[in-house]
């Protein structure tokens, strides 16, 4: 059983350029959250999909939009990026209707470089 | 607003026993998570805490007290391989995952 896969694992972009971060969820998960994790820092909550809809959303600018297929997979879209915006992003799976003692499964990660 | 502290970095030695405290403000409160981040991965689930008390689970433990807003991890018998970020995560009203930065556990021989 494949848990969380996020694809690409490593990549580098330019400022002002946009990017497309892919996550598939761990098999049976339905719900799909983005974090951004800063070096030395805890993730923080970008958004949430599920049912193909942007669930729940954090404090992050419309620069950060996202997506959710049927099969539950999930793309993170960035438009304009900053160097701010260079940190491991990752993605997490849980199942929204058995939300008490959900565990989210991380995938590995995707660390962004912005240059 | 939200906020949920650890202590930013601890040192101990091989064998020993070491707790790693985390204090929270959110808004509502639906559990609480421990996971362990080796630099350069993802987080890995620990456990998981939502009614008052202590959950064991081998060498590592978990406490829970909601009415101070407090939990801890106790890890026994550190082995190296613990050395790692560990990152304390509140389950708000709205069962969305509020972190702590993490607290950066060195073992020493």
């Known amino acids: 059983d494949a848990g969380v896969t996020q694809s690409p694992t490593h990549l580098i972009k330019t400022r002002g350029q946009q990017v497309t971060l892919r996550c598939s969820p761990k098999?049976?998960?339905?719900?799909v959250s983005w974090y951004q994790q800063a070096l030395g820092q805890g993730p923080q909550f970008i958004f949430q999909y599920y049912e193909e809809e942007e669930r729940q959303r954090g404090n992050f600018p419309d620069r950060f939009s996202g997506h959710q297929f049927p099969n539950y997979s999930s793309e993170l879209n960035v438009n304009a990026l900053l160097l701010g915006d260079s940190a491991l992003y990752l993605c997490a799976s849980s199942l929204l209707r058995d939300r008490e003692g959900t565990e989210a499964f991380f995938g590995q990660g995707t660390r962004l470089t912005v240059v | 607003g939200q906020n949920i502290d650890q202590p930013t970095e601890m040192t101990a030695t091989e064998g020993a026993i070491v707790q790693i405290n985390c204090t929270y403000q959110t808004s509502g409160f639906n559990g609480l998570f421990w996971y362990q981040q080796h630099a350069g991965e993802a987080p890995t689930f620990l456990s998981y805490?939502?009614l008052d008390g202590l959950e064991e689970k081998g060498r590592f433990s978990s406490f829970l007290s909601r009415s101070k807003g407090y939990s801890y991890l106790l890890l026994k018998e550190l082995q190296m391989k613990d050395s790692a970020s560990y990152l304390c995560a509140v389950l708000d009203s709205n069962y969305q995952l509020i972190w702590g930065a993490g607290t950066k556990l060195i073992i020493k021989p």
């Open positions: 098999s049976g998960h339905d719900t």
């Open positions: 805490n939502v």
